[in-house]
């Protein structure tokens, strides 16, 4: 059964004209429901949330082309004029982050699909350049998890105890099996333990995509048999009686924020349990820390292929590559780990070296490839690799 926003009155208080609103209706009422994502694994519709977001977007999306002097009446004349315009206004003019740009591209993709024009939406770099370090990345480049800022998971569970049980019960799930927060809440524990010894998580799962968890010690059944016993009895979840799951999420993280639990405070999110859990698996199943963990040494290649699928499949994506968004990569981290070498110091060095390249890359910690790059980036200089017959590595920098 197909579950549709009802969106009449999103577009009725839109302020849009009447043409571009009833047309923008049609395409709703056949495509709202429908997922874009060519990863998803379920047949379902999507949320209420994600289409109340599309709806959301798009109409606000149409607002900043007409105030920004486009005469648009109607879907179909969208061209990329006006996504260059939108990309532009909201990356230069309100510095909106990459994340929240890729997601409205992502909306108008999808818009665009509808129309069967697969090609009208690019990228951010089709349309602009990139202002200095504007990317989003998909692979962890930082350490989320609590640990890594120092922040005591027991401890703060005891103290959020005091305030709030189920709350704290919540957090402990997350930090238990690697929950997010909406699944938490909406956990039945009693309904989703399995005697093969998995969690069964069903409810509030990214995508609808269910999934099981393993249970591997006593203590983690002890975890849910103290949920179990904080389960609404007459909904079977984390949720207590009369709260909404809408006021309880609300609830939720006001509790969390009184606490210092913001990225803010602490320097954390609930959301960093999860990266823990999950890089905890990896060091437990090959021996080796997560390389976000930074060790001095890589685990054996299979056991680290066996930990990749372990892990996707633990936090309920669908590509094995998603894992990397908690654990990194071991390239990632060498990568940042290399000294970052600016234009003028790469110059500087080669005339120290007396235009030997070779020497200046080693001596700056870089390959000499990148060494090029710099040299060719300094503003009045041009390189000019040289060979000679005695050393095939000299070469030198001319002034123009």
């Given at each position: 059964?197909?579950?549709?926003?009802?969106?009449?009155?999103l577009?009725?208080?839109?302020?849009?004209?009447?043409?571009?609103?009833?047309?923008?209706?049609?395409?709703?009422?056949?495509?709202?429901?429908?997922?874009?994502?060519?990863?998803?694994?379920?047949?379902?519709?999507?949320?209420?949330?994600?289409?109340?977001?599309?709806?959301?977007?798009?109409?606000?999306?149409?607002?900043?082309?007409?105030?920004?002097?486009?005469?648009?009446?109607?879907?179909?004349?969208?061209?990329?004029?006006h996504?260059?315009?939108?990309?532009?206004l909201?990356?230069?003019?309100?510095?909106?982050?990459?994340?929240?740009?890729?997601?409205?591209?992502?909306?108008?993709?999808?818009?665009?699909?509808?129309?069967?024009?697969?090609?009208?939406?690019?990228?951010?770099?089709?349309?602009?350049?990139?202002?200095?370090?504007?990317?989003?990345y998909?692979?962890?480049?930082?350490?989320?998890?609590?640990?890594?800022?120092?922040?005591?998971?027991?401890?703060?569970?005891?103290k959020?105890c005091?305030?709030?049980?189920?709350?704290?019960?919540?957090?402990?799930l997350?930090?238990?099996?690697?929950?997010?927060?909406?699944?938490?809440?909406l956990?039945?524990?009693?309904?989703?333990?399995?005697?093969?010894?998995?969690?069964?998580?069903?409810?509030?799962?990214?995508?609808?995509?269910?999934?099981?968890?393993?249970?591997?010690?006593?203590?983690?059944?002890?975890?849910?048999?103290?949920?179990?016993?904080?389960?609404?009895?007459?909904?079977?979840?984390?949720?207590?009686?009369?709260?909404?799951?809408?006021?309880?999420?609300?609830?939720?993280?006001?509790?969390?924020?009184?606490?210092?639990i913001?990225?803010?405070?602490?320097?954390?999110?609930?959301?960093?349990?999860?990266?823990?859990?999950?890089?905890?698996?990896?060091?437990?199943?090959?021996?080796?820390?997560?390389?976000?963990?930074?060790?001095?040494?890589?685990?054996?290649?299979?056991?680290?292929?066996?930990?990749?699928?372990?892990?996707?499949?633990?936090?309920?994506?669908?590509?094995a590559?998603?894992?990397?968004?908690?654990?990194?990569?071991?390239?990632?981290?060498?990568?940042?780990?290399?000294?970052?070498?600016?234009?003028?110091?790469?110059?500087?060095?080669?005339?120290?070296t007396?235009?030997?390249?070779?020497?200046?890359?080693?001596?700056?910690?870089?390959?000499?490839?990148?060494?090029?790059?710099l040299?060719?980036?300094?503003?009045?200089?041009?390189?000019?690799?040289?060979?000679?017959?005695?050393?095939?590595?000299?070469?030198?920098?001319?002034?123009?």
């Amino acid at each position: 059964m197909k579950i549709q926003l009802n969106f009449s009155s999103l577009l009725e208080s839109s302020g849009l004209p009447q043409r571009l609103a009833n047309e923008l209706s049609e395409l709703f009422n056949r495509h709202l429901s429908k997922a874009h994502s060519k990863t998803r694994v379920t047949s379902n519709a999507i949320s209420i949330k994600t289409q109340k977001y599309r709806v959301q977007k798009l109409i606000a999306g149409f607002r900043e082309l007409r105030k920004g002097g486009f005469a648009i009446q109607s879907p179909w004349n969208l061209g990329e004029k006006h996504i260059g315009y939108l990309v532009n206004l909201w990356v230069n003019e309100k510095q909106q982050s990459p994340g929240t740009v890729e997601n409205k591209l992502t909306y108008w993709r999808t818009l665009a699909s509808w129309m069967k024009k697969h090609q009208l939406v690019g990228t951010v770099d089709d349309y602009i350049k990139r202002p200095e370090g504007y990317r989003r990345y998909y692979v962890a480049r930082e350490d989320k998890s609590w640990d890594a800022a120092k922040v005591n998971v027991d401890e703060v569970i005891a103290k959020l105890c005091e305030r709030d049980r189920w709350v704290a019960i919540q957090v402990e799930l997350q930090a238990t099996f690697g929950l997010r927060a909406q699944e938490s809440m909406l956990l039945r524990p009693l309904q989703c333990l399995r005697v093969t010894g998995h969690l069964h998580v069903i409810d509030g799962t990214k995508g609808g995509r269910p999934r099981v968890v393993p249970i591997d010690a006593e203590w983690q059944y002890e975890v849910l048999i103290r949920a179990a016993r904080l389960s609404n009895p007459r909904t079977g979840s984390m949720i207590p009686d009369p709260w909404s799951l809408k006021q309880w999420y609300r609830h939720f993280y006001h509790v969390l924020q009184k606490h210092g639990i913001t990225r803010s405070a602490a320097g954390v999110t609930v959301h960093g349990l999860r990266h823990a859990y999950l890089q905890n698996m990896y060091e437990k199943i090959t021996g080796v820390p997560a390389p976000i963990k930074r060790p001095d040494h890589r685990p054996d290649p299979q056991l680290h292929q066996l930990a990749m699928q372990r892990l996707v499949e633990a936090a309920g994506h669908s590509l094995a590559a998603k894992a990397t968004a908690y654990i990194s990569t071991f390239a990632t981290m060498d990568r940042l780990a290399r000294p970052v070498v600016s234009s003028e110091q790469a110059f500087a060095a080669v005339l120290e070296t007396g235009g030997n390249k070779s020497d200046a890359a080693k001596g700056l910690g870089i390959s000499r490839q990148a060494l090029y790059r710099l040299l060719a980036k300094c503003e009045g200089v041009l390189v000019t690799p040289r060979r000679d017959e005695k050393d095939a590595d000299r070469g030198g920098c001319e002034r123009l």
